[in-house]
C-alpha cells in the first residue's frame, strides 16, 4: 500500500511569493491534516479536512490555507511568505481523523523562504 | 492549551545498551502515541496506546500508558545504530470536543547510538 506521498520534496521561495504544497493521502484515507515543523516550535497543527470539508484549524494567521479535493487529495497554500514560513511542512492521512490519533505522515515539504 | 513534556532531550548511548524516555502532561490524554523521525522523513507510528495502564510491545520497543493518563514512557532494548533519530511521544488534542487530525506533540528526544 503507497503512503502519503507529498510534492515538491524541496522549494526555495522569496518573501512576499505564495507557495501551493500538495499531498496524496494513503488509499482509503479520508482525513488529511498538515503540520509545519521547525527547530523552535517543534510539531504544530495546522489544519485537518475530511470530505472536502475542514473541521479544525490550528493557530496560524490566514495567510495559510488549504483545501481538500474530491478523490481526498490535498493542497495547502500559503500567502505573502515571510522568513518565519521557512519549515518543513508535513502532511499526515488518517481513516476517519479522530481521536485514535493514528496519523501517518509523508516525508514533508521543505520550504525555505530567502 | 495542551503540553507534553518530553525527556531526556538528548542520548548518546552505546550500541546493545537500553534506552528509556518518558512523556508528561499536565492533563489526561486518552490515548498516547510515540513517533520515530529520521532525518529528511516524515515522523513513523511505533505504538499506540489506547488505556490506562496498557504495556505494547514493538519487536525491541516497549511503551507504557500511565495509570493517571498524565504520563507514558518508551523503551528500546539492546539498541542499534539505525535506532539513531528523534522520538517523539504524542497525543490527540481533544480539549473540550474531537481532536480531529489535531496531535499535541512533545519536543522529542534525539537518539545518537555509538557503534
Known amino acids: 500500500k503507497a503512503g502519503v506521498t507529498q510534492t515538491p520534496r524541496y522549494l526555495i521561495k522569496t518573501r512576499g511569493q505564495q507557495v501551493t504544497l500538495s499531498c496524496s493521502p494513503i488509499?482509503?484515507?479520508?482525513?488529511v491534516s498538515w503540520y509545519q515543523q521547525t527547530p523552535g516550535q517543534g510539531l504544530q497543527f495546522l489544519f485537518e479536512?475530511?470530505?472536502?470539508?475542514?473541521?479544525n484549524k490550528g493557530n496560524f494567521p490566514g495567510r495559510f490555507s488549504g483545501r481538500q479535493f474530491s478523490n481526498s487529495r490535498s493542497e495547502m497554500n500559503v500567502s505573502t511568505l515571510e522568513l518565519g514560513d521557512s519549515a518543513l511542512y508535513l502532511c499526515a492521512s488518517s481513516l476517519q481523523g479522530g481521536n485514535t490519533g493514528e496519523l501517518f505522515f509523508g516525508e514533508g515539504s521543505r520550504l525555505t523562504v530567502l | 492549551g495542551q503540553q507534553l513534556n518530553q525527556s531526556p532531550q538528548s542520548m548518546f548511548i552505546q550500541e546493545g545498551e537500553d534506552v528509556s524516555m518518558n512523556c508528561t502532561s499536565s492533563s489526561i490524554f486518552n490515548t498516547w502515541l510515540w513517533y520515530k523521525q529520521e532525518p529528511g522523513e516524515g515522523p513513523v507510528l511505533l505504538i499506540a496506546?489506547?488505556?490506562?495502564?496498557e504495556l505494547t510491545s514493538n519487536g525491541r520497543l516497549t511503551a507504557q500508558f500511565g495509570i493517571t493518563r498524565k504520563d507514558s514512557f518508551l523503551n528500546i532494548s539492546a539498541s542499534i545504530p539505525s535506532d539513531v533519530g528523534i522520538y517523539f511521544c504524542a497525543g490527540p488534542s481533544n480539549a473540550g470536543g474531537t481532536s480531529y487530525g489535531k496531535l499535541t506533540f512533545g519536543q522529542g528526544t534525539i537518539l545518537t547510538v555509538h557503534p
Open positions: 479536512y475530511f470530505s472536502e470539508t475542514q473541521r
Open positions: 488509499s482509503g484515507h479520508r482525513s
Open positions: 496506546l489506547y488505556k490506562a495502564g
